[in-house]
């Protein structure tokens, strides 16, 4: 998915950090550190990977994932998730359950999956209507794209072979470190928020409460200009 920070998860590298999740913090608006008061109110327990859209969502079977896992592709498409189990510490934190639990009955809490990366790549696209993309690799002979990338003060655009695109960054070696309850996540696709909570997924079911995230980076991040 190319969400809304102009961060761009290939399923690939999804399914390569699947397992991360498991034992992460949960946190109020994404305040879960000491810089940021430290909101911390719930963990995550368990993950699993699901596809398709929100009214249809189904499990991957291990023949699946084992054949996307031999990939060498990169799949951005917005149709295929981790989805993940997670507690609120209701007793600790009463007031906070009670917020999380009325926004789900509203439909204004969502959750932010956040996340670490040591490596990222460019990809282009024409607009945000456009489902084609073009990845280039990020090297010492492509690296000063980085200056255009909105996350290091650049517009977001960039020329490239003679045509104007829109710029994006493709995370690589992901590892997700915790997730956020949030009332305006970045994972949207055609203006639908696409990191919901979730009550039940066919197929399976389970005791806890689920969620589909978006990735929100934090500030450990590679250079940007080999």
């Known amino acids: 998915i ?23 913090p949960i946190n109020w608006m994404h305040r879960g550190s000491e810089e940021t008061k430290n909101e911390t109110i719930g963990v995550m327990v368990e993950t699993a990977m699901v596809k398709g859209g929100l009214d249809s969502l189904s499990y991957f079977s291990d023949a699946e994932i084992e054949n996307y896992s031999q990939s060498s ?13 997670g507690v609120i510490w209701s007793q600790y934190f009463p007031t906070y359950a009670s917020k999380v639990k009325k926004g789900i009955e509203d439909g204004t809490i969502f959750v932010s999956m956040e996340c670490f990366f040591d490596d990222f790549d460019y ?4 607009d945000d209507t456009s489902s ?24 977001g655009k960039v020329k490239y072979k003679g045509k104007e695109y ?48 978006d990735g929100f980076p934090q500030q450990q991040q590679p250079d940007p200009n080999i």
């Open 2 to 24: 190319w969400n809304a920070n102009n961060d761009v998860f290939c399923f690939e590298e999804i399914l390569k950090a699947r397992e991360t999740p498991r034992f992460k």
């Open 73 to 85: 592709n990169y799949t951005i498409s917005g149709d295929m998730h981790i989805r993940q189990d």
């Open 123 to 126: 990809v282009l696209r024409e």
């Open 132 to 155: 084609d993309y073009i990845i280039v690799k990020r090297n010492s002979s492509t690296s000063s794209m980085s200056k255009n990338l909105k996350q290091y003060g650049g517009k």
């Open 166 to 213: 829109e710029l994006g960054r493709l995370l690589k070696n992901i590892t997700f470190s915790g997730q956020g309850v949030v009332k305006d996540p970045a994972n949207k696709k055609d203006g639908k928020v696409l990191s919901v909570i979730l009550n039940d997924i066919k197929e399976k079911t389970q005791s806890q409460t689920g969620g589909l995230g």
